[in-house]
């Protein structure tokens, strides 16, 4: 969308299986979203973008052409563009209202409002257990080498706890992407954080790191979960990126999203690392996203005996996995859960780069995964599979590859 042009949507490449690829060839135009059944989106939106420099009176033009209401604007400096949402006042469906703004020279890529969930089993049981993945993954050994100091993880997620003693001075900034309808401090998000930055009852994998607390999820109505949309989203990863997070955790799941994609790519390209979970849907779900886009590490989950997660997604995005059942984790009220779901597996791997990335702070995003992958513990089949990708992390045999081919420039910085 540079020079006043139209917006250029990169597609997502196809990259060897669980491989991040560097190649983002520009698409003609926006895909329709994919997966087995209808996308589940917020009724009534539709999203476009306009030009960064277009102004306020262009937007109103538009909504008085197809009688829509302007429900939100925002300038998102990584992508170069200005988000508009319109809420549809009439019967008109939105795949109607997309299709007719797709004639208007004013927008580009328009697109429903997708919606996206944490990546949660659901099970709060009383914290009782002992923090085996600290073990598992060969973190307690890491912190001999690393410990994550100032590197900056975004947690976008529901709002994190920032007075939970685990997690004193964890944080350093704050964003909150859905405004009014905001459900913060959450559960979901505070267990992410802590998994990553704990420094209390519970150990953190990389305790010294610097968290960005950016919320994105919202009410859904009473009784129902929350859920983040494509718009808070893509607030949401403008932000973190402004603010030079290095690390991004992305512990939810929902379609295909065209928009979503081109911020994922436009925060890749300056040098972020994106981690999702894989999914929670089963084996014979479709891909989950972001988690399937070929700029992000997808994670699945383990337990204790390093079985797969029963309800975890697989198929050939699935990167690496980690300990993601049973997990001790900070939650609201001070108190401790055990918490299962690929988003805490996420949380775990998402520390892990912090301390390789602390130590080696040049390294892309290839190397990073790479180092995972060479170090892994191969679980499974033999070699690579649909199911836990390259096996279970290591973060201390990561560490110590990296160490040694720095020494040998084995990794391109």
Not at 222 to 244: E, F, M, Q
């Amino acid at each position: 969308m540079r020079n006043g042009k139209r917006l250029a949507v990169p597609g997502a490449g196809k990259p060897a299986a669980g491989q991040i690829s560097d190649t983002v060839p520009a698409s003609a135009g926006l895909p329709a979203a994919t997966g087995a059944g209808v996308p589940r989106t917020v009724a009534g939106d539709v999203l476009v973008m306009m030009r960064r420099t277009a102004k306020a009176a262009e937007a109103d033009a538009v909504a008085r052409k197809f009688s829509l209401e302007i429900a939100g604007r925002w300038s998102l400096g990584s992508i170069d563009a200005r988000l508009v949402r319109f809420r549809i006042r009439d019967r008109r469906t939105v795949a109607q209202v997309v299709a007719a703004l797709r004639s208007d020279p004013r927008v580009m890529a328009p697109q429903p409002n997708y919606q996206y969930r944490a990546q949660t089993g659901g099970r709060k049981t009383p914290a009782a257990g002992l923090q085996y993945a600290l073990s598992k993954a060969d973190i307690i050994s890491a912190h001999s080498l690393a410990r994550g100091r100032g590197v900056r993880i975004a947690v976008i997620d529901s709002g994190i706890d920032v007075t939970h003693p685990d997690l004193a001075k964890a944080v350093v900034a704050s964003f909150d992407a859905a405004g009014k309808a905001a459900i913060r401090p959450g559960d979901h998000g505070t267990a992410i954080a802590g998994i990553i930055r704990a420094r209390g009852l519970l150990r953190g994998v990389a305790p010294e790191a610097a968290l960005l607390n950016v919320n994105v999820f919202q009410s859904s109505g009473s009784g129902r979960p929350a859920i983040a949309t494509t718009a808070n989203l893509l607030r949401g990863l403008d932000w973190a990126v402004s603010k030079r997070a290095r690390v991004i955790n992305m512990s939810l799941a929902g379609p295909h999203d065209p928009l979503l994609r081109h911020a994922i790519i436009a925060a890749y390209r300056k040098r972020a690392i994106i981690v999702a979970a894989a999914g929670n849907g089963g084996a014979n779900a479709p891909s989950a996203y972001p988690a399937a886009y070929a700029q992000v590490i997808a994670v699945t989950a383990t337990d204790i005996a390093d079985r797969v997660y029963r309800s975890a997604n697989q198929g050939s995005y699935i990167a690496v996995a980690a300990p993601g059942v049973d997990i001790l984790a900070p939650a609201l009220g001070h108190a401790h859960l055990l918490q299962t779901g690929t988003s805490f597996a996420a949380a775990h791997v998402s520390g892990i780069i912090a301390l390789i990335v602390g130590r080696a702070p040049k390294l892309t995003a290839k190397a990073v995964l790479r180092a995972l992958s060479e170090t892994a513990g191969d679980l499974g089949r033999p070699g690579r599979d649909e199911t836990f990708g390259a096996g279970r992390v290591s973060a201390y045999k990561s560490l110590a590859l990296i160490k040694k081919s720095r020494r040998t420039s084995g990794y391109r910085q």
